[in-house]
């Protein structure tokens, strides 16, 4: 492809995007394809000779399409968003014309700066003190990795790093049971064993329960453990609980365990001071994720990890091989040394061009309109007798259908899950699952970027159909 086509084709693609946010609601929001059928119209073989732009473009409307799940619809109310927004995808699109590597300071001085501040400006807007230096992770899994490693080097002088774990005691991970399985995936594969990993009560929010962890702790030592950690959720995934950080700090500073906090997704409602409260014990945290590519609009990838002793983090990642010395080495920041992989894209890019273009008022705004929906749905499906509403936490509202008399746990459950299935089968909508308890209910978002009032009402008529016909 020559330049002329290169330009041809650009602009044909940006109109198409555009054609595709103006239509996107005409979509079915989840594939509606079945197992194999996008895999069985692909060809055999690489092709040998080289394919007109035309062709790809035509078999990506045709082949590719049918099998896409529309994260963007306002339709979306499944799991948790993965927003996008114009700004963020037009920055997205400069980072890949650049095509820069951004492993050290010294292959692109920009990058390691932007990410500097703009990691600075995300701190200061979810309110974090001072003490936290931020740096940008693919995802929270990953962040999360990082900080159980980080956690475990302080805790054995970085003798893990070089001994393994040799003459250590078993180390203990503590999390709520309703924390996201990233957790047990990093206790995995930072060593210590899911055996290690401690899962603890929750109570009637489903957030930890305090004196539970606390015993927990405590028998661990009695027992010859070594308690390492514990991971605090502010949001979880199944209801969006939050966790008695202060409470929890106070338990870890006790024993001396490091304290990671998973806000993946509802850090993003911390620009709101009014929900400051969720991260009330911060000054005594150790390290905090948030995905800015969930809920921030800005594409994915591109979670937020702020840890308070940054030596502590590079110290465990860190290495110099003679082909990365440089003249800067150990006056710049080399961000390869923050986290597990080396090399790392310029996603600092799109951060500034969405907080820029958006403005932290708007943002704000955004936020608080999305919160309300939820509210306002809420409002809706509680006032509707065929519904009950068991919880509703920032913008996630889980309900269900109200049992009958008599109706039993199974019966009740499946009559919910067959309700699910033929909402996301009809591709007017998309919504998820979880369980309270032994219920099984429906998880409902209200979070896309371009969602508006009409788009939830528009949802909500859907559900009310299907249950009324
Ligand atoms: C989504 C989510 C994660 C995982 O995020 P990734 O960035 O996909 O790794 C972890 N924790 C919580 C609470 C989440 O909602």
Not at 15 to 23: P, T
Not at 276 to 285: H, K, P
Not at 354 to 378: C, D, F, P, T, W
Not at 383 to 391: A, D, I, N, P
Request: some cysteine; charged content about 25%; overall charge negative.
């Amino acid at each position: 492809m020559n330049i002329e086509e290169f330009k041809k084709y650009g602009h044909e693609i940006v109109e198409w995007i555009a054609s595709y946010y103006e239509n996107i609601r005409d979509y079915p929001v989840r594939s509606q394809v079945s197992p194999g059928e996008i895999f069985n119209k692909l060809d055999g073989a690489a092709p040998e000779e080289g394919e007109q732009m035309s062709r790809i473009l035509k078999d990506f409307e045709d082949i590719i399409m049918p099998g896409i799940t529309h994260w963007q619809s306002p339709a979306f109310h499944a799991y948790f968003p993965s927003n996008t927004s114009f700004p963020s995808l037009l920055g997205e699109m400069l980072t890949s014309a650049l095509g820069a590597q951004c492993m050290i300071w010294d292959t692109s001085p920009a990058a390691a700066e932007l990410e500097e501040k703009v990691m600075i400006w995300l701190r200061d807007m979810i309110g974090l003190p001072e003490s936290f230096s931020g740096v940008t992770q693919d995802t929270a899994s990953t962040a999360t990795l990082c900080a159980l490693i980080t956690a475990r080097e302080k805790k054995s002088n970085f003798g893990v790093n070089s001994n393994g774990f040799f003459d250590q005691k078993p180390m203990r991970i503590y999390c709520s049971a309703e924390t996201h399985s990233s957790v047990e995936k990093a206790v995995k594969i930072m060593g210590a064993g899911n055996n290690n990993l401690v899962k603890v009560g929750v109570d009637d929010n489903q957030a930890v329960d305090i004196r539970l962890l606390r015993q927990a702790i405590r028998k661990d030592i009695e027992a010859g453990f070594q308690p390492l950690a514990v991971v605090a959720a502010i949001g979880t995934t199944g209801t969006v609980a939050i966790d008695p950080l202060k409470e929890i700090a106070a338990v870890c500073r006790e024993f001396d365990l490091w304290l990671h906090v998973d806000a993946a997704y509802a850090g993003t409602a911390l620009i709101l001071e009014e929900y400051r409260w969720m991260i009330e014990g911060i000054e005594d945290v150790d390290s905090f994720v948030f995905n800015p590519h969930k809920w921030m609009f800005v594409n994915f990838d591109c979670s937020a990890y702020f840890v308070k002793d940054e030596k502590a983090l590079s110290n465990t990642f860190s290495i110099l091989p003679e082909y990365l010395k440089t003249n800067t080495t150990g006056k710049v920041k080399d961000y390869r040394d923050w986290s597990i992989q080396l090399g790392r894209s310029f996603r600092a890019l799109k951060l500034w061009f969405v907080i820029r273009s958006y403005g932290v008022n708007q943002m704000k705004k955004i936020i608080r309109e999305h919160i309300n929906m939820a509210k306002s749905l809420a409002e809706m499906i509680r006032e509707h007798s065929g519904f009950e509403v068991l919880t509703v936490s920032l913008n996630l509202i889980c309900f269900r259908l109200r049992p009958y008399q008599a109706e039993s746990l199974e019966e009740i459950n499946q009559r919910n899950k067959n309700l699910m299935d033929k909402l996301n089968a009809s591709g007017k909508i998309y919504l998820t699952h979880t369980k309270i308890g032994d219920k099984l209910v429906l998880r409902m978002v209200t979070g896309q970027t371009y969602l508006t009032e009409a788009d939830v009402r528009r949802s909500w008529e859907v559900i009310k159909e299907a249950v009324e016909r």
